[in-house]
T-cell receptor
Framework: SAVISQKPSRDICQRGTSLTIQCQVD?????MFWYRQQPGQSLTLIAT?????????ESGFVIDKFPISRPNLTFSTLTVSNMSPEDSSIYLC??????????FGPGTRLLVL | AQSVTQLDSHVSVSEGTPVLLRCNYS??????LFWYVQHPNKGLQLLLK??????LVKGINGFEAEFKKSETSFHLTKPSAHMSDAAEYFC?????????????FGTGTRLLVSP
C-alpha cells in the first residue's frame, strides 16, 4: 500500500484568502485524486490529477476555485482560492493502487472564518 | 451512474454483540464495491473490497461483507463488536467513468459501541 502525507494537517483561515494543500506519496503513481468532505457529510470527488496534464474536474468544481498542480509522479497540490466559510471541510488526497484500490491521505482540516 | 445507499445513518451496539451495517448499490454492470472506515480525526482505511471474485469477502479486524446480486446488497458484518470499532463506515462503489477508477461514496454510517 502507498503511504500518503498531507500538509498542513489543519488550518484556520480568513475569508478571501487562499490555502495550498500539499500531498506527497512514497511511490510513483499515475493518478491522484482530491476529495472534499464537508462537516458531517460524505466524500465528494473534486478532481483527478494526472502528471503532465490538466486536472479533470467533477461537476460543481472549477479550476479557478480549486487549481491543482501535478509536477511529478509523487506530488500534487490543491489550492482553495478566495475562501468563504462554506469551504470549511476536510480535504483528502488519494492515489490509485493495485486492483482498483485507492489509498487516502490523513486529510487537511480547514476552517474558514 | 453508479450509486450506493447506506440504509442507516447511525447504528448502536453493545460490545461483544454482532454488527450489521447495510448497503445497497445501483449499477448498470458488475460493480466493484468497497467498505472504508474513518476513525475520528483519522484518514480513511480500506476494510475490504469485492471485485467479482468470491461473493463473501473477508477484511481486516474481523469484518466481512457478502455481495448479493439478487438483492443488490453489500452489507458489512462482524460477529462481535469491540470498542475500537466505533467509527464512521462508508460503502463505496467504483464507477469506471472515463477510464479511471472514480469512487462514489455512500453517506456513511456511524457505529457506536457501548460497554
Amino acid at each position: 500500500s502507498a503511504v500518503i502525507s498531507q500538509k498542513p494537517s489543519r488550518d484556520i483561515c480568513q475569508r478571501g484568502t487562499s490555502l495550498t494543500i500539499q500531498c506527497q506519496v512514497d511511490s510513483q503513481v499515475t493518478m491522484m485524486f482530491w476529495y472534499r468532505q464537508q462537516p458531517g457529510q460524505s466524500l465528494t470527488l473534486i478532481a483527478t490529477a494526472n502528471q503532465g496534464s490538466e486536472a479533470t474536474y467533477e461537476s460543481g468544481f472549477v479550476i479557478d476555485k480549486f487549481p491543482i498542480s501535478r509536477p511529478n509522479l509523487t506530488f500534487s497540490t490543491l489550492t482553495v482560492s478566495n475562501m468563504s466559510p462554506e469551504d470549511s471541510s476536510i480535504y483528502l488526497c488519494s492515489v490509485e493502487g493495485r486492483a482498483e484500490t485507492q489509498y487516502f491521505g490523513p486529510g487537511t482540516r480547514l476552517l474558514v472564518l | 451512474a453508479q450509486s450506493v445507499t447506506q440504509l442507516d445513518s447511525h447504528v448502536s451496539v453493545s460490545e461483544g454483540t454482532p454488527v450489521l451495517l447495510r448497503c445497497n448499490y445501483s449499477s448498470s454492470y458488475s460493480p466493484s464495491l468497497f467498505w472504508y472506515v474513518q476513525h475520528p480525526n483519522k484518514g480513511l482505511q480500506l476494510l475490504l473490497k469485492y471485485t467479482s471474485a468470491a461473493t463473501l469477502v473477508k477484511g481486516i479486524n474481523g469484518f466481512e461483507a457478502e455481495f448479493k446480486k439478487s438483492e443488490t446488497s453489500f452489507h458489512l458484518t462482524k460477529p462481535s463488536a469491540h470498542m475500537s470499532d466505533a467509527a464512521e463506515y462508508f460503502c463505496v462503489v467504483s464507477d469506471p467513468g472515463t477510464g479511471f477508477q472514480k469512487l462514489v461514496f455512500g453517506t456513511g454510517t456511524r457505529l457506536l459501541v457501548s460497554p
